[in-house]
């Protein structure tokens, strides 16, 4: 127990809820005469008098305590005397069994609804608040209480340190080092050591061999059970005892409780530091906690480090740790990513201060951190973020989505859907025809029979068709034909297949098209072409951000869609700033994991529609068509953008010439000077060899391999100059 006011408002009804073994009808019995104990009283008030002492009583007593001399053995000795009575004090003790009452009401089963009323074996708030008035209660349940309390080992901080949590408002300094495990009992490893076969095993396997186990062996299956019940105690503890509100989330992990924890003991001007996952920081499930450090101005320091040299031999070398120090109005944080040695914190290059301020541009639907490498890298995205909006700010009214974007993921789960794929050869043995990319059947013909110019192909009443099922790594940036399958496997299109207008990429699965045309006519998508970008990515690759316009087809939950109603020119845009350099540069340090989740691209600085003028999306959409417009299979993106002729014809260096432009372009939108955009291209380009940050280094690396030289940063830069020449000046303003 933490605070005594939990006591006051009584036991969560959550306390309640039935877990592993219960009986249902006794935790509901149980649970309602918790809510009946609270039906029509206020909280309980210590200063009414009864069996409890009240918290400012406590503290003062103690501090009376610690004030007595302690010069001479007879001093000392008296000290203890007083405290020791101070501690078996009944007044403080009643107090002590009501926060063992309240606890073990969480923890102790709820299996029977006892014969007799006033015999409960669980507590409830009406017996906290009977302990706290001076009361008797039932003697059998008041000692399993105790003895469940004490076995779950709670300190109850108030009882323990009264004059520091009470009186003071808090430690001045807190420091440690916390578990880091998931408050989940693990099947495999608890049978390890128990029945290594049911270890063994996996999914319903494990689930049926543990359920036999309450026949075969029920000592081992009594013990699971209650060990499990256990865990889930300390979940519903978590959740609803107020105590964690910002960290119980999602999988409840300890080392994020402990850091709420060591958050609340610390008082007004006092420090906490602790050793904890960089996800404190960075992951969904701590996110709440995190932003409310940035919101409370009380971060003072997050120094991240990898093991890659393991400064812990035991640990794995790929765990990323931080040291987390937490105070009090802060009116900056320092941070520092990628360490792999304590030294690392004498480099000033890779130390960097953020502002709540700042913090709350970057990721304003999150305030989770930004994981920068360096200084600058720091430093030059907190200037885009100030000229650029992020794509979604979540919360703030429909002005906040500029793009009016609805995400949707993919339209088929490769898993829950698969009853609907159909591979080539099963399309073929049920004697379906290729027509393209797609397969049909004709009701009123021979199915066997070649299709024909003869044969009516409009009617989709006499055909069934099922067309191709797009998974992510099928695209890349401006190109829908990046991947195909040979049955089952996949393979990079080669570049005579790109060069041929009439190739497109063979999938693994096919899909009926009434499904596809279903899905998103319920989203109110009417444009025969899509718009998505891939799911799976990481900071390490070719590019990290990967959008492209694809056919009207199946799409695979991999690759995530925008659905939108806007004009095809805008559509055009939005996919040349999701592949600039600019806007990835700023995704390579946001992206911390391998997947391109929503919650990074809603915080994206990305260029409202707004942002363009007429002249503007002429230059744009020219580019963005010619690249992408290089089968049939995308006529009708074409179309959509005013192009009634054949596709373009892949031409490598007149493509990177293409891009080069558009990324110059937007480099220039997001106002960025010739030396910054030098920086994005690759930092150690301006700031020498030794600087402890990189961006695209595979694109560089495999350039030098191909062309000898960093081709893309030369034609960049070199666009750059050109846009200057005619006038356009990096924007300073910015769009909001």
Avoid at 198 to 223: N, S, V
Avoid at 594 to 610: A, D, E, K, R
Avoid at 664 to 669: N, P, T, V
């Amino acid at each position: 127990m933490f605070d005594l006011g939990a006591l006051e408002e009584g036991i969560p009804d959550e306390a309640y809820k039935p877990l592993s073994g219960d009986s249902k009808e006794a935790a509901k019995y149980y649970g309602k005469l918790n809510k009946d104990a609270k039906k029509g009283q206020g909280a309980f008030d210590f200063h009414s008098g009864g069996g409890a002492m009240p918290p400012k009583k406590l503290a003062a007593n103690l501090a009376i305590i610690k004030r007595m001399p302690e010069d001479t053995v007879g001093q000392v000795e008296e000290k203890k005397r007083r405290f020791e009575a101070w501690r078996h004090d009944p007044a403080r003790y009643a107090t002590k069994v009501a926060c063992d009452l309240y606890i073990a009401a969480f923890l102790l089963p709820k299996t029977e609804v006892p014969d007799v009323r006033g015999r409960d074996m669980v507590p409830t708030t009406a017996d906290v608040r009977r302990k706290l008035a001076g009361g008797t209660n039932y003697g059998p349940m008041e000692a399993a209480a105790i003895d469940a309390a004490e076995a779950a080992r709670p300190l109850h901080w108030p009882l323990a340190f009264p004059d520091i949590v009470i009186e003071r408002g808090g430690f001045d300094l807190v420091l440690g080092n916390p578990p880091w495990e998931v408050v989940q009992l693990g099947e495999q490893e608890y049978f390890e050591s128990r029945v290594p076969e049911i270890a063994e095993m996996k999914g319903a396997a494990r689930k049926a061999a543990i359920a036999a186990l309450e026949t075969e062996h029920p000592e081992i299956f009594d013990e699971f059970a209650r060990d499990k019940r256990t865990f889930d105690a300390m979940n519903e503890f978590a959740r609803a005892s107020g105590r964690f509100d910002l960290t119980a989330r999602g999988k409840v992990n300890t080392y994020g409780l402990f850091a709420e924890h060591f958050l609340n003991l610390t008082r007004e001007g006092g420090r906490a530091g602790l050793i904890v996952p960089t996800g404190i920081a960075t992951d969904a499930t701590t996110a709440p906690f995190f932003g409310h450090l940035v919101d409370c101005q009380r971060l003072v320091s997050l120094h991240s480090f990898e093991n890659e040299e393991f400064i812990f031999p035991s640990v794995h070398h790929s765990t990323r740790f931080a040291l987390l120090t937490l105070g009090s109005n802060t009116e900056g944080a320092e941070f520092a990513f990628f360490l792999r040695q304590v030294e690392g914190l004498e480099d000033a290059r890779r130390r960097f201060l953020l502002a709540p301020s700042e913090i709350a541009a970057i990721n304003p639907n999150t305030r989770t951190a930004p994981v920068f490498r360096a200084r600058n890298d720091a430093e030059l995205t907190a200037r885009i973020y100030n000229r650029v909006p992020v794509l979604i700010h979540e919360g703030t009214g429909p002005e906040a989505n500029p793009w009016g974007v609805e995400f949707r993921q993919g339209l088929f789960n490769m898993t829950s859907d698969s009853g609907l794929f159909r591979t080539a050869e099963q399309l073929e043995h049920d004697n379906w025809i290729r027509d393209g990319t797609d397969w049909i059947k004709i009701n009123h013909a021979d199915p066997r029979a070649p299709l024909t110019v003869e044969m009516d192909t409009s009617d989709e009443d006499e055909r069934e068709r099922y067309v191709p099922l797009y998974e992510a790594k099928m695209i890349h940036q401006f190109d829908h034909r990046w991947a195909t399958f040979e049955g089952s496997e996949s393979r990079d299109v080669t570049q005579a297949e790109k060069e041929d207008d009439e190739f497109d990429p063979s999938p693994r699965y096919w899909v009926p098209k009434r499904e596809v045309d279903d899905r998103l006519q319920s989203k109110g998508w009417k444009r025969d072409w899509l718009l998505g970008w891939r799911d799976v990515t990481s900071a390490h690759v070719l590019r990290t951000t990967i959008a492209a316009a694809l056919p009207r087809a199946g799409v695979g939950h991999t690759m995530p869609l925008f659905l939108f109603d806007v004009e095809p020119s805008q559509c055009a845009a939005l996919q040349a700033n999701l592949s600039s350099m600019p806007l990835d540069f700023v995704a390579r340090q946001k992206v911390g994991g391998n997947h391109l989740t929503y919650g990074y691209l809603n915080q994206f600085p990305i260029l409202p529609p707004s942002a363009y003028s007429e002249s503007d999306l002429a230059f744009i959409v020219t580019r963005v068509l010619e690249l992408t417009y290089t089968s049939h299979s995308m006529a009708p993106f074409a179309r959509d953008l005013g192009r009634e002729g054949p596709p373009f014809s892949w031409d490598e260096p007149r493509r990177a010439q293409l891009r080069a432009e558009l990324d110059a372009w937007y480099g220039l939108a997001y106002g960025l000077t010739r030396e910054e955009l030098r920086y994005v291209l690759d930092p150690k380009d301006v700031m020498g060899a030794d600087y402890p940050s990189e961006t695209f280094r595979v694109l560089q690396n495999n350039e030098k391999r191909q062309f000898g030289e960093y081709r893309t940063r030369r034609l960049v830069l070199a666009a750059y100059d050109n846009l200057i020449a005619e006038g356009m000046r990096p924007r300073t303003d910015g769009y909001r």
